[in-house]
């Protein structure tokens, strides 16, 4: 088989001109060959064409050994080698009987109507095979692709730290004596749980869910990630399968393919994404039974209904053809080619949209054992019903204040964590160059599903941003709530309150419902 050459600009030029020249030879050889099965010829590409559509091989070609009755008709046609300038420094030629030039013709010049002619014959075959690859050198590129999905993995690299065994969410947990949070087979276990409305609050609607909120951030980072890669991978499959059946049908035109050759070379084999494999990669495989990632399974669940099958195979044989069948047969293979593209950005689209749907589910804490989060911690008011004035008696109180500042601490360095995420995360700029790409090679847009992409990758970011500013703001409400149980007095109390009552207001809503 002829050799793929690379997707670069040399190459499909490269790969465009070897076609074209062997579709000029082919049709040349097949006019040739309509006239007597043992043709009067000589040529190549490379060393011009001498030959006749009027006779056999076996006809005497010397002028005196020629028939009268056949001088006339006995014609041959002398043709100059196919250039790469689309210029010949010689015309072609028709000669008579004794070699004498008759007529002469450009073959790079305007064709001069269907059926063999010398007149812009090679323009013909060359302007078509140009024709038929315009704009498939201009596809994406897989590895501005895979470079961007990089950058948004390096990212986020913080919520892996954050959950990691032995990381800042494992202190937050052990201080506050959450069950469960030690995964150690010799570890005692961490200390017995504070009693208290504001540790209690704090304890069940911020510390246990907040694992499950963690990982299903950084599952929808993954997935922003994720998607970038599967993109860049069907690009490769794409860019990959136009020069494989540029090459295919080169090595067809030259003889050398039969009925058997298909177009196997450039099978659709894409891997947008994988879900197997996501959360575990994150790391936090250590977080509590109690966490169902409700959020994660239902989107997967969704996801796996709607998405359509991954493999596509361009099916379309190459025989031994004629030049004009084989042109005709490209085209049908390209359009398979852009079709697969379409297929695949639109269940990329479609698996983004579940997922940014999925992203505005109201969080859930009900039952309590239970724990169920989406992609979002509660809202602030649950800081203000953790008001120590709300508290029934001394009795149920039991802190360990030492503990409970080191959890508010803990909140607080989390919350920083999260938000060198999301600061790294929103300084990479969105930009649909890498994703645009002309209207003939198909897509669901010039620019593919950038703008729900985009969508996604802001909402982590959001999402990202608010939930550190809760973290922080808790933070810094478990160190008041410290000193108001610790010394009982009014004006710590006091600055409780209104530090509860003023973070109530300063964590912003949702930004907008997710889309219809």
Known sequence: MTGRHPYTPEGFDAMTWELACAAIDRAIKDAVRAATSDPCFHGSPEQGYWFALDHARDVPHQPDLVPEDLRPAMVHYRLPPVTRARASTTPAVVEDYRGDPVH???????????????????????????????????????????????????????????????????????????????????SAGPPPPMTGRAVEALTT???????????????????????????????????????DLGALATQVLRGQGTVEDRLDAISMWSTILSFVGLVPSLGPAAGLASVALLGVQGALEDMAEKRFP?????????????????????????QEVRNYITLEEGTAQGTIDIAL?????????????????????????????????EFVGPDEVAVDFPRLRRAGGHLSAIGDRVGDAAASWT???????????????????????????KALRDRVGWLLSDTS????????????????LESADDEARAELRQHAEAVADVRSPDPAEPPP
């Open 427 to 453: 300084a990479l700029p969105p930009d649909n160059a890498i994703w645009l790409r002309p209207d003939r090679v198909g897509g669901v847009g010039r620019d593919g599903p950038f703008d729900a992409w």
């Open 205 to 243: 609607r911020y510390v246990i869910p907040l694992e499950g909120t963690l990982v299903q951030q950084a599952w929808l980072a993954e997935l922003v990630a994720a998607e970038l890669d599967g993109l860049g991978d069907m690009w490769q499959c794409a860019r990959r399968g136009v020069m």
């Open 310 to 334: 991954l493999e596509k195979e361009i099916s379309v044989a190459l025989s031994e053809a004629s030049s004009s069948t084989i042109v005709h047969k490209i085209h049908a293979a390209l």
């Open 469 to 484: 500013g809760e973290l922080i703001d808790a933070g810094d409400h478990v160190a008041l709530a410290a000193n108001a």
């Open 104 to 186: 002469t013709f450009d073959p790079w010049g305007a064709p001069s109507g269907a059926g063999f002619h010398p007149q812009g014959f090679y323009a013909r075959w060359a302007d078509a095979i140009e024709e038929a690859f315009t704009d498939w050198d201009r596809l994406p590129d897989e590895r501005d692709f895979w470079a961007a999905a990089r950058e948004q993995r390096d990212a986020v690299r913080a919520l892996a730290e954050v959950t990691e065994h032995a990381g800042l969410l494992f202190d937050l947990q052990w201080s506050l004596g959450v069950p469960g949070s030690s995964v150690h087979p010799d």
């Open 357 to 389: 749907g999925w992203s505005y589910q109201e969080p859930l804490i009900d039952p309590p054992d239970s724990y169920r989060t989406t992609f979002n911690l509660p809202g602030p008011e649950v800081v203000a019903a953790s008001d120590p004035a």
